[in-house]
């Protein structure tokens, strides 16, 4: 027992009563009832499976399992792939390839096991958090050893192949040789997945984290499939084909969230509903627990990046044998790789093939005799402040920034070279330069050689908010980092501490001193720890140092460490897991003093949405008792009191002081020592409040300095979220650091309790609360902007508004995409076959109701993105149909058959010279009953269009229509029902690429032609963007 429940059960029982009857045992607590029973109930389980199974195995005999299981995988790494191979294979390989297939081989009969292991364990167990947490069996022991030695082999087999680990991947995708840091990799991985077996055979516990490893496994299956075939050549059929290759990786996919995104779940979950299970496990299976969990969910985060490198080369893989498909076909049938005509075109020209394929991908260097480049670096953002710091008034030698189109460009090694002279851009040095460069109708050369100087877009100051585009989001969610960690810290930590021990221990009638007793040491201790080496190098200045503000806080905080301590103390026995908690009284609380004190500050932006969330929060409250917690917990709601004044007071009187930022720190300073000092006193006055009291002071000090260290962790963690809170009310507004911590709260009790038990009604609630403030910032911000005084909104008002607006659209896009897809789903099987429904997934911008939306569909065959050559014809035709009229309505109809299949022979690969198509159809157009369809079309050549309005003419849906007298066919409208034009580019179309590396635009020097491969300025290779 610890040395608190040791002094409460030491302590004088009361007489009995003259009846003799024994005086009642106090109750249990509810969750140290439920696990007794738990666990009685598991261990009667475990002594009927132990006559069949057997006892468990000693440590040293988990030791000679090892050494066992190392010879088999031993052995089985010679074996495996021999047998599989009816022994063609060498049973000794010599080559790296051949050692790398056993490997494989052997990793596939591991992976293989354990995930039949892993459905094994996770089946006999009762999905409860004791059998998760505790159950052991020689069983695990078998798995778990076996999982050791593999993890040893798999070490000393990588050695052996590090050339091959990378199994195709760019070393672009990791930025760094790829095949070193897979070994890097796998090294770390292996060493800490056979540590924590290891450790969980040494504990006997955390035996969830162990099946769940096992679970791991499952798309180790089918990657080390890929990796087969990665070996072979040539490569088998499946990765060479589009359709079956991406069906492997949405299989992958499948098996990667069984795999690794559920057990992440799972752990989750248990960080919020088995709190209480979690606080009775040892201190080593706690660092366990969370270490592994958050080492390999952190470890599947990473691996995202190395499986879209091994996604893209395979798509690499299949394009070029995709491409070597299409050249073959296209000899075969007697044309050339760039067309049937281009061959011709460049022997009239006096060009040969190799002078072709100069021109459109390696053009010559663009303004050579300009001199050395000045700015080669990547492309940046460049701030306002760094464009004018960097920018001269006067030419002189350095550094001369002008803008142009918002963005910076170094002209420094140009001002001499400029056909205008250095005169011309002196004007301009640090200035805006756009209207004036555009006035002179520049070159394409000249637009290309800008290209070199560029070194940004420069960030210019918001004249107004613009929803996805703040970057003060991201500088908001940085902030928020540190007080959630910390509070998430306070969660894991705290019921390690002496002080979980010690309030857990008291008995339900104990004195209200005893409850005042630990919070009062909290304050004493963290006071020691935020201050005390300040206090220590001059104790006499914190004296000198008292103000009227510092005694403020050194009153606050006592009482916050109190009521902290007192909201978590355990519910009494009896009540109801969903009855409300002290949090939630404090969430409730900090939002009503707050919206109290701005509607009695200031009425002009109030929003009466405040009021929903207020009955939503009162209705949830009284609907799961919380009149019962009033009534017989009493120290949850005094110390919700507690919490939410003493955060109050801090947060608005540290700020409404008047004094300068470094003065309020020290009145901070001072007010926590004189926290600290008013708690000892305290603590001396409850020695004489009675023994009872006394004797809980006592206590405290009777735990090790072993417990005492494992409390240091959950004190730090307040200690965080306390000094968060200071500093966010020094450099924002107490409004802001206040609701911050109540949404911090209300965000973690919500997730506790999930959406049952009129849960619910507390979400809604914390939802209408934050809708409300910001309707109520949107007002403010509308009026700065009308004012053109936008930028005078502080950046963390602009930053939280962003965040909130953000939080909206995904959660709705969530909700969205799991309502529309199954309805979409039913009603098409509903629908003919000929028919379809479609939906949007992702929410768009509002346009206006004078917008019109209709629904777009595009294509471009596989073999197009091989052309060689740019594309030389386009079109574009515009059709509107009156729906009006009955005509009109059938014309629609039979016009709708026809583009369907036309387009079903559009899209196929059989589509010769097509490059891309894209059609729209936009229903009633400005409220009239015409519909308009707009086709846009790239095409190699002229020639291959006209073949292909050739071939659409003489189709059996064409033809049928037209013997009906209703539809003429894409260029003869019926007349009175529809119209149709046709157009043509006015000129060549330029197309642009961007650069890998520097990120700057590419653009060849003659017009209509591809973008180089390679930038000008760098040397870096293009995108490859398509060129329609």
């Known amino acids: 027992p610890s040395p608190a429940a040791a002094a409460f059960t030491a302590a004088p029982s009361a007489p009995p009563p003259p009846g003799g009857a024994p005086p009642e045992e106090p109750a249990k607590e509810p ?128 050695m052996q192949c590090i050339s091959l680990l990378g199994a195709g991947l760019d070393s672009e995708a990791v930025l760094v040789d790829a095949n070193i840091f897979l070994a890097q990799a796998y090294l770390t991985h292996h060493i800490v997945a056979g540590f924590g077996f290891y450790m969980i055979n040494r504990l006997q516990g955390c035996t969830g984290i162990g099946a769940f490893g096992l679970l791991y496994e499952l798309p180790v299956l089918m990657m080390n499939h890929r990796e087969f075939a990665v070996l072979c050549d040539p490569r088998p059929a499946w990765m ?52 592994m969990a958050i080492f390999f969910t952190y470890l599947n985060y990473q691996l995202l990046n190395v499986l879209n490198g091994w996604y893209a080369s395979d798509n690499r893989v299949n394009n070029k044998h995709l491409e070597a498909q299409y050249e073959a076909r296209v000899v075969s049938e007697g044309g050339t790789l760039n067309g049937e005509n281009s061959r011709g075109k460049d022997q009239e020209m006096g060009v040969d093939d190799d002078a072709g394929d100069n021109i459109v991908n390696e053009p010559e260097p663009v303004c050579d ?75 394409l050369s000249a637009k290309l050689m800008m290209q070199k100087f560029a070194v940004g877009a420069i960030l210019k100051k918001d004249a107004k908010y613009r929803i996805f585009e703040q970057r003060q989001t991201f500088d908001v969610i940085d902030l928020m980092k540190p007080m959630v960690l910390g509070a998430i810290g306070v969660g894991l930590f705290y019921p390690y501490s002496i002080y979980a021990d010690f309030l857990t221990a008291l008995p339900p009638d104990a004195a209200w001193a005893s409850f005042l007793a630990p919070g009062l040491c909290l304050c004493g201790v963290l006071g020691a720890l935020s201050v005390g080496p300040q206090f220590v190098q001059s104790p006499f200045s914190f004296f000198w140092n008292i103000t009227w503000h510092s005694s403020v806080i050194g009153v606050c905080w006592p009482l916050l460490s109190c009521g902290f301590l007192l909201i978590k103390r355990p519910r009494p026995a009896g009540l109801p897991w969903f009855t409300p908690s002290g949090a939630e009284f404090v969430v409730l609380g900090l939002f009503l003093a707050e919206e109290l004190r701005e509607l009695a500050v200031e009425t002009k932006y109030w929003s ?59 009145d901070t300073a001072v007010g926590v020592f004189l926290g600290a000092f008013f708690s000892a006193l305290g603590l001396v006055a409850l020695n004489w409040q009675g023994p009872a009291a006394k004797e809980a002071v006592v ?158 569909a595009y294509t471009a065959p596989t073999h197009s993105q091989f052309y060689r050559e740019s594309p030389e014809h386009y079109e574009v035709s515009i059709r509107h149909l009156d729906t009006s009229t009955q005509a009109g309505l059938r014309d629609l109809r039979r016009g709708a058959n026809v583009v369907q299949d036309l387009w079903k022979d559009k899209k196929g690969e059989s589509v010769k010279g097509l490059v891309a198509h894209l059609m729209c159809i936009i229903p009633n157009v400005g409220g009239t009953q015409l519909d308009k369809e707009i086709r846009l079309a790239c095409w190699q050549t002229a020639e291959d269009a006209a073949n292909f309005r050739a071939r659409q003419r003489s189709t059996a849906a064409v033809a049928a229509a037209e013997r009906r007298g209703g539809w003429k066919g894409l260029a003869e409208p019926h007349a009175g029902t529809d119209a149709e034009i046709t157009m043509r580019p006015m000129s060549e179309i330029r197309h642009q690429d961007r650069c890998r590396d520097c990120f700057r635009l590419l653009e060849s020097m003659q017009m209509g032609q591809k973008a180089p491969k390679k930038c000008s300025t760098c040397g870096g290779k293009g995108r490859e963007y398509p060129f329609f």
């Open 699 to 856: 206590s405290l000090w009777r735990y090790s300095w072993s417990s005492f260290l494992l409390s240091i962790p959950g004190m730090l963690a307040c200690l965080i979220v306390a000094s968060e809170m200071f500093s966010k009310c020094y450099a924002f507004s107490p409004s802001w650091a206040l609701r911050s911590m109540a949404n911090m709260f209300g965000i973690f009790n919500g997730l506790s309790g999930g959406l049952s038990s009129y849960y619910w009604c507390m979400w809604v609630a914390w939802y209408a609360n934050n809708a409300s403030v910001s309707i109520r910032h949107r007002k403010h911000h509308d009026e700065l902007i009308a004012s053109g005084n936008f930028h005078m909104v502080p950046s963390h008002f602009v930053g939280t508004r962003g965040l909130w607006d953000t939080f909206r659209a995904a959660n709705c896009a969530a909700i969205w995409s799991l309502v529309h897809a199954p309805m979409r789903f039913l009603v098409n099987q509903i629908l003919p076959e000929e028919l379809r429904v479609h939906s949007f997934s992702l929410p768009i911008f509002d346009l206006g109701e004078v917008a019109n939306y209709g629904v777009a």
């Open 240 to 291: 060479l084909e589009k359709a079956k290759m991406e069906e492997f990786w949405y299989r992958y996919k499948f098996a990667y969230v069984i795999g690794r995104i559920i057990p992440t779940i799972v752990y989750v979950y248990s960080l919020l509903s088995w709190r209480d299970d979690l606080a009775l496990i040892s201190w080593g299976e706690v660092l366990l627990y969370h270490f």
């Open 369 to 443: 005799e300009v001199g050395p480049v000045t700015q080669a670096n990547q492309l940046k953002e460049v701030t306002e402040e760094e464009f004018y710091r960097d920018s001269g008034a006067t030419y002189e030698p350095g550094v001369v920034w002008i803008e142009i189109d918002g963005i910076a460009y170094d002209v420094s090694g140009f001002m001499d070279l400029h056909p205008g002279g250095a005169a011309t851009l002196q004007r301009f040095l640090g200035r805006d330069a756009t209207e004036a460069f555009h006035r002179v109708r520049h070159s």
């Open 31 to 158: 969750a140290m009832a439920a696990m007794a029973a738990m666990a009685a109930e598991a261990e009667g389980a475990a002594v009927g499976a132990s006559a069949v199974v057997g006892e468990l195995y000693t440590s040293a005999e988990c030791n000679w399992l090892v050494f066992y299981w190392l010879c088999a995988w031993l052995v089985g790494h010679h074996l495996f792939w021999f047998l599989w191979q009816c022994g063609r294979a060498p049973l000794f390989p010599e080559s790296t390839l051949q050692r790398y297939r056993c490997r494989l081989m052997r990793s596939q009969v591991y992976c293989a096991i354990s995930t039949v292991a892993s459905a094994y364990l996770l089946a006999q167990c009762g999905w409860n958090a004791f059998d998760l947490l505790h159950k052991f069996s020689p069983d695990h022991q078998l798995f778990f050893t076996m999982a050791v030695a593999h993890w040893m082999i798999s070490i000393w087999e990588d």
């Open 608 to 666: 009466w949405h405040i009021l929903i969330g207020l009955v939503f929060a009162l209705f949830g409250l009284y609907m799961r008792g919380a009149a019962e917690v009033v009534a017989r917990a009493p120290e949850q709601t005094a110390g919700a009191a507690l919490l939410t004044v003493s955060i109050f007071l801090l947060c608005h009187h540290t700020r409404s002081s008047g004094k300068a930022k470094e003065a309020k720190k020290v």
